[in-house]
């Protein structure tokens, strides 16, 4: 069971209200604990989810274990954990999560495994990165949360903040806003497309080094595939290490990472940012 106590920041609404409105619980899942026996408040398995909630109540609702990924050891490096998320910090080469049931070695995989003794905890990626990016994923721990934080992602309310090496002196700001869709030559490749989708970079220049490449921080509006990639791409500064994209072979890896995550925890009201070093394979001589 997972226990919420009401906050006075939820004073006056209803149960409804907090599911609906602040925890973005969809429609199918609210009339199940609707009629669940297992959810109750102060105690009651019959509360009116009508009436105006008070601070300092707590709620009691029934989350059952779901096997997100197969369990696998793995090493995890934990950034921040509470009841109802966990945010990992993903080493470059490992996925995010499985891409079919029976796939194993993936971070997904390894949080299920830390998160086996909790009876109401699995891992649901709200995010991911690309294989060869590290860097900071969210992952929900239950429905809820997940329910709660996709809506933010969809909403643009997660920010995140990445490094990246670059080619070059790139310009000291830059607002990328070119549209990004699949390159039809090549079906794992994206490219600047007028027909693709919506597509915003915010990119800050941070340092040039004597071997001609530039440390550069990028924040994201939107949440393509590739984005980063493919807009560093469009103004002739790819990153180090990236193939697919025309990056300098001066690295093994895409030099990517997702550095920070800000965002508004609903279930404590409040705005968290965590953040996270690159490896050391980032920087290069």
């Not at 549209?179 to 970079?201: L, V, Y």
Request: aromatic content about 8%; overall charge neutral.
């Amino acid at each position: 069971m997972l226990k919420i106590e009401i906050l006075p920041e939820w004073e006056s609404q209803t149960l409804t209200e907090l599911f609906r409105d602040t925890f973005h619980l969809g429609k199918k899942s609210r009339h199940e604990l609707r009629m669940s026996q297992d959810f109750t408040l102060d105690g009651s398995n019959k509360p009116n989810w009508e009436s105006e909630l008070s601070a300092g109540q707590i709620l009691t609702v029934p989350l059952q274990k779901e096997n997100a990924a197969k369990i696998e050891s793995g090493s995890l490096d934990i950034s921040y954990e509470d009841d109802f998320i966990l945010v990992l910090n993903k080493p470059a080469g490992v996925k995010t999560h499985p891409n079919s049931p029976d796939e194993t070695g993936t971070l997904a995989n390894f949080a299920a495994a830390y998160l086996k003794h909790d009876p109401t905890s699995s891992p649901f990626a709200v995010h991911r990165l690309d294989q060869e990016t590290s860097g900071l994923v969210l992952f929900a721990k239950n429905p809820l949360s997940l329910a709660a934080f996709s809506w933010q992602l969809e909403n643009r309310n997660i920010h995140r903040i990445y490094l990246a090496l670059v080619s070059g002196k790139t310009p000291e700001t830059l607002t990328i806003k070119e549209r990004i869709g699949t390159d039809r030559h090549h079906p794992n490749k994206m490219c600047i497309s007028p027909t693709g989708k919506n597509a915003i970079t915010h990119m800050e220049w941070l340092e040039t080094y004597p071997n001609a490449t530039s440390l550069v921080r990028l924040k994201l509006e939107t949440g393509r595939t590739h984005q980063i990639r493919v807009h560093l791409a469009s103004i002739h500064h790819p990153i180090i290490g990236d193939k697919l994209y025309g990056g300098a072979k001066l690295a093994k890896r895409t030099l990517l990472h997702a550095e920070q995550l800000e965002f508004f925890h609903p279930f404590l009201n409040q705005t968290l940012s965590v953040k996270a070093r690159p490896p050391k394979d980032f920087i290069i001589d």
